[in-house]
């Protein structure tokens, strides 16, 4: 009993220390900005004039003025150095300005890399600096042809590698790791393409260094290289349309694989294969235009002769109103039940049933009609049109892909990932079974996990093919024999992804729907919808879909949420809504400081006991306006903050967006994960407020901006991933089933380039 009563004053301990952490928030000061201070300018000093001499020489071109004052600027900085003073800062610019004056662009360059070898300069000048060097079509050129070798390179460092460091603990196994990864590889060395994707751009960069620079030194060199790797390039692309053209044929697809054999010849005229494939590809063609000419074509043959008083009876009756054609179909497969015209009786009856509204014995029938032997069969043809129609067919074309479905997933679960079949290497079948045969029975073996895993893995794509015929089935038949049975394999499949508003609108479609299903269907759905409509950035569009779920969903428990969602919303929205975050302003106190916003400093202190900023920070709503975000009462930064509307001058706004816009586009510079989004609203207000221009303010949806900025470390928290300047990572596999461990070196292969998908 003491020892319980202990723990409960430990516990009660452990929750008042736990309170005592939590400071409360303090009240929130009058103004969060301070009075404005005056900004003084000050007057013009020897190092200003020298730059304004400076970029006046660069601008007239006059290069000996322009020399004498880029010594003046040098010999400031030598002076201040020499006194221990703070640089101008102005030097590294200056030698910027007067390189740029060059007419030789090459020469430029050469400038430009001899500035970026001092340790002097700003570092926002050398990121510029270094980011036009890159730009350089050669360099360009260069880095990628040097991408396209390390490629190759971590491709065989890898394949010997990674099998030894494998088998550590296995060492017997050391030698098949080894021929498998090494026969891999020579398989990848047998397919690769020509001409990689790194050399292509490669040839790309190189043809617009030597169209802008022909006469450059570096041309001599470049030509060679343009002229291989273009002959690579037409040979990838010859071999592209050959392998396009060789599939087309094995499908059938005689045109297409015409079109792309004359392509084949246009990279290389007269090539052997291609020949080979146009000649194969046109003599098919006109055999199909043969057999299209044959079907069309009338015969000497008359069925009809046999049977001339039925034939008419049963023309009549197809043809005039209130004549018997049941019956005249009847005489006229009495008078020869295994003539020629005997199917085309039990077509007409396949209709007479279809009109009636029998559909079922109606695809009976022309099932039958379909199967029959062609030459014995003059109406098989039709039929079979008829039968593999998924429009008309609606049953039937579900049938199959309900089939195709449970085919595919018995094969992914037997095969797992070779269930569509072994990759394509390009290879020999054969050769392609040899080199999957280990990884085959590997994923064999995982079948039972599989199994296991079945009534909870996500549905295939042939499961949406299906779904896309059943529902064609439901609006042909929505109350027809079978509809039950399509309408219940839907409603699973609509259940199983989590799809609530389809499958209510399938329950309450069918016949006797069970109420209290509806009801717990009703309220998921609600909740769906709401779920989507709080997903919905338009402030217009979300707040119609507020509105909707109240009409379509009354009394459910999501529509009173909505509805609370709505008037809460309404209250808040703004002509804008352009956030500065916490973690934005303490990462860039410029704009927080009195250049800027001017906040109170103890806003930003981190207590919490004399006001502190809300992780929402200060949010530019319109006009002038600003609205700041207090810490609660309670002092946490998860509950709802204290907010306040400020009105800020028209030259403070001025002043705020453009230190945003400029340190945020610094800061993107400097450092490639504080990039800085696409908003044209957000820029269409910071141009206004820069002009001081009046902000109208109609709230208009469609002018609004929700742009919000945020800090680095508050995107990626504490640790950021940074790349070790070493290419290799360390790995470390292991494997329960066999008990085996292994550490091995990867080579990390050069990343693909943004513009890469061109090149492709």
């Known amino acids: 009993m003491t020892a319980s009563r202990a723990d409960l004053l430990l516990v009660a301990a452990a929750a008042l220390t736990l309170c005592a952490c939590q400071a409360p928030g303090g009240a929130p000061p009058r103004s969060a900005f301070r009075p404005a201070v005056a900004i003084r300018v000050p007057p013009p000093d020897a190092a200003d004039r020298t730059a304004a001499e400076l970029a006046r020489a660069a601008l007239i071109g006059n290069e000996e003025e322009a020399k004498r004052a880029l010594r003046r600027m040098n010999a400031i900085e030598t002076v201040l150095d020499a006194a221990e003073e703070p640089p101008t800062g102005m030097l590294g610019v200056s030698?910027?300005?007067?390189?740029?004056?060059?007419?030789?662009?090459?020469?430029?360059?050469?400038?430009?890399?001899?500035?970026?070898?001092?340790?002097?300069?700003?570092?926002?000048?050398?990121?510029r600096l270094a980011q036009f060097q890159q730009a350089d079509p050669l360099e360009l050129g260069n880095d990628r042809a040097r991408d396209s070798l390390m490629i190759e390179v971590a491709r065989a460092f890898n394949a010997l590698v990674e099998p030894v460091g494998k088998s550590v603990m296995t060492s017997q196994l050391a030698p098949y790791r080894l021929g498998q990864s090494l026969a891999q590889y020579a398989v990848q060395i047998y397919t690769r393409e020509p001409i990689s994707l790194q050399r292509r751009q490669a040839l790309v960069h190189w043809k617009e260094f030597l169209a802008r620079h022909p006469d450059a030194p570096e041309a001599?060199?470049?030509?060679?290289?343009?002229?291989?790797?273009?002959?690579?390039?037409v040979l990838l692309r010859r071999n592209r349309a050959l392998r396009v053209a060789e599939k087309a044929l094995s499908l059938g697809k005689i045109r297409l694989a015409l079109v792309y054999a004359d392509r084949a010849l246009r990279w290389v005229p007269e090539d052997r294969r291609a020949l080979e494939l146009r000649d194969e590809a046109a003599a098919r063609l006109l055999e199909i235009r043969d057999w299209q000419r044959r079907s069309v074509a009338a015969g000497n043959e008359n069925p009809s002769a046999e049977q001339p008083a039925e034939v008419r009876a049963l023309a009549l009756a197809l043809l005039l109103p209130g004549r018997d054609t049941a019956h005249a179909t009847a005489?006229?497969?009495?008078?020869?039940?295994?003539?020629?015209?005997?199917?085309?009786?039990?077509?007409?009856?396949?209709?007479?049933?279809?009109?009636?509204?029998?559909?079922?014995?109606?695809?009976?029938?022309?099932?039958?009609?379909?199967?029959?032997?062609?030459?014995?069969?003059?109406?098989?043809?039709?039929?079979?049109?008829?039968?593999s129609d998924p429009a008309l067919n609606t049953w039937g074309a579900f049938l199959e892909a309900r089939d195709y479905d449970r085919w595919s997933r018995f094969k992914w679960v037997v095969l797992g990932p070779f269930s569509n079949g072994l990759p394509d290497r390009g290879l020999p079948d054969p050769l392609e079974w040899i080199f999957d045969a280990p990884a085959l029975v590997e994923?064999?073996?995982?079948?039972?996990?599989?199994?296991?895993?079945?009534?909870?893995?996500?549905?295939?794509?042939?499961?949406?093919?299906?779904?896309?015929?059943?529902?064609?089935?439901?609006?042909?038949?929505?109350?027809?024999?079978?509809?039950?049975?399509a309408r219940k394999w839907l409603e699973r499949y609509e259940k199983k992804r989590g799809?609530?508003?389809?499958?209510?609108?399938?329950?309450?479609?069918?016949?006797?729907?069970?109420?209290?299903?509806?009801?717990?269907?009703?309220?998921?759905?609600?909740?769906?919808?709401?779920?989507?409509?709080?997903?919905?950035?338009?402030?217009?569009?979300?707040?119609?879909?507020?509105?909707?779920?109240?009409?379509?969903?009354?009394?459910?428990?999501?529509?009173?949420?909505?509805?609370?969602?709505?008037?809460?919303?309404?209250?808040?929205?703004?002509?804008?809504?352009?956030r500065l975050s916490r973690g934005f302003l303490e990462e860039n106190r410029e704009i927080a400081g009195p250049?800027?916003?001017?906040?109170?400093?103890?806003?930003?202190?981190?207590?919490?006991?004399?006001?502190?900023?809300?992780?929402?920070?200060?949010?530019?709503?319109?006009?002038?306006?600003?609205?700041?975000?207090?810490?609660?009462?309670?002092?946490?930064?998860?509950?709802?903050?204290?907010?306040?509307?400020?009105?800020?001058?028209?030259?403070?706004?001025?002043?705020?967006?453009s230190l945003?816009?400029?340190?945020?586009?610094?800061?993107?510079?400097?450092?490639?994960?504080?990039?800085?989004?696409?908003?044209?609203?957000?820029?269409?207000?910071?141009?206004?407020?820069?002009?001081?221009?009046?902000?109208?303010?109609?709230?208009?949806?469609?002018?609004?901006?929700?742009?919000?900025?945020?800090?680095v470390r508050e995107r990626y928290g504490m640790v950021r991933h940074r790349e070790s300047i070493l290419p290799f990572d360390l790995v470390f596999q292991g494997s329960?089933?066999?008990?085996?461990?292994?550490?091995?070196?990867?080579?990390?292969?050069?990343?693909?380039?943004?513009?890469?998908?061109?090149?492709?």
């Open 95 to 127: 030698i910027d300005l007067r390189n740029a004056a060059f007419e030789d662009r090459r020469a430029y360059r050469r400038a430009t890399e001899a500035l970026l070898a001092r340790d002097d300069l700003d570092p926002v000048l050398r990121a």
């Open 220 to 233: 001599a060199r470049v030509e060679p290289e343009i002229h291989m790797t273009h002959q690579r390039l």
């Open 331 to 387: 005489r006229l497969r009495e008078a020869n039940p295994a003539g020629p015209l005997a199917d085309e009786a039990l077509y007409v009856d396949a209709m007479l049933l279809g009109e009636a509204g029998e559909t079922q014995q109606m695809w009976e029938i022309l099932d039958e009609l379909a199967d029959r032997d062609d030459e014995a069969s003059n109406m098989r043809r039709h039929a079979q049109t008829l039968v």
């Open 443 to 485: 994923h064999i073996g995982g079948t039972p996990m599989r199994l296991l895993n079945l009534p909870w893995a996500k549905a295939l794509p042939s499961a949406r093919v299906t779904a896309t015929a059943a529902r064609r089935h439901l609006e042909h038949e929505p109350r027809g024999p079978r509809a039950d049975a």
């Open 499 to 578: 799809n609530s508003i389809a499958a209510l609108r399938l329950v309450e479609a069918g016949p006797n729907p069970d109420l209290s299903e509806v009801a717990e269907l009703r309220e998921r759905a609600a909740f769906q919808y709401l779920e989507a409509a709080m997903k919905e950035p338009s402030f217009a569009l979300r707040m119609g879909m507020y509105r909707q779920v109240g009409q379509i969903y009354p009394g459910s428990a999501a529509a009173r949420q909505a509805g609370v969602l709505a008037r809460e919303e309404a209250h808040e929205i703004t002509v804008q809504a352009i």
């Open 595 to 657: 250049r800027g916003l001017g906040l109170r400093p103890e806003l930003l202190d981190g207590d919490s006991t004399n006001a502190e900023l809300h992780p929402d920070g200060v949010t530019l709503v319109g006009a002038r306006s600003a609205r700041v975000s207090y810490l609660g009462p309670s002092g946490d930064e998860e509950d709802p903050p204290s907010r306040r509307l400020e009105v800020l001058t028209e030259e403070q706004l001025a002043r705020v967006v």
């Open 660 to 711: 945003i816009e400029e340190i945020s586009y610094r800061n993107m510079l400097l450092d490639p994960l504080d990039e800085v989004g696409v908003d044209a609203q957000r820029d269409h207000y910071f141009e206004r407020a820069r002009l001081g221009l009046d902000e109208s303010v109609e709230l208009r949806p469609s002018a609004t901006s929700q742009y919000t900025y945020k800090g």
């Open 736 to 760: 329960i089933s066999s008990l085996s461990l292994g550490a091995f070196p990867r080579m990390r292969k050069p990343k693909e380039t943004p513009d890469a998908f061109l090149y492709r």
